[in-house]
Nanobody
């Protein structure tokens, strides 16, 4: 089983910055994708940013130019640098990983979430 733990959420004023961190532990053979999703009140969960093991990145249009996702493969970690935060960014942010626990078995894993609140 792969376990994901997020940290770095909090309360920040509009225009401010936060950096989220997520570390994977447990039985990990390989991590294919790792990144972040978020869910705001009254909205469905949406992709924020992901980064593959090959370092390709994908961003939601709403965060392009403001957020940066990065990975440290040696540490099985992913980070989300969030700049120019807006009230619309307020949500619970979830770490995500698609990982192989052994060479022939993969699953999608989720952290428990960290709250990001941006005040206007």
């Amino acid at each position: 089983q792969v376990h994901l733990v997020e940290s770095g959420g909090g309360l920040v004023q509009a225009g401010g910055s936060l950096r989220l961190s997520c570390a994977a532990s447990g039985s990990i053979f390989s991590i294919v994708d790792m990144g972040w999703y978020r869910q705001a009140p009254g909205k469905q969960r949406e992709l924020v940013a992901t980064r593959t093991s090959g370092h390709s990145t994908n961003y939601a249009d709403s965060v392009k130019g403001r957020f940066t996702v990065s990975r440290d493969n040696a540490k099985n970690a992913v980070y989300l640098q969030m700049n120019s935060l807006e009230p619309e960014d307020t949500a619970v942010y979830y770490c995500y990983a698609r990982a192989y626990s052994e060479p022939t078995h993969w699953d999608d894993y989720w952290g428990q979430g960290t709250q990001v609140t941006v005040s206007s």
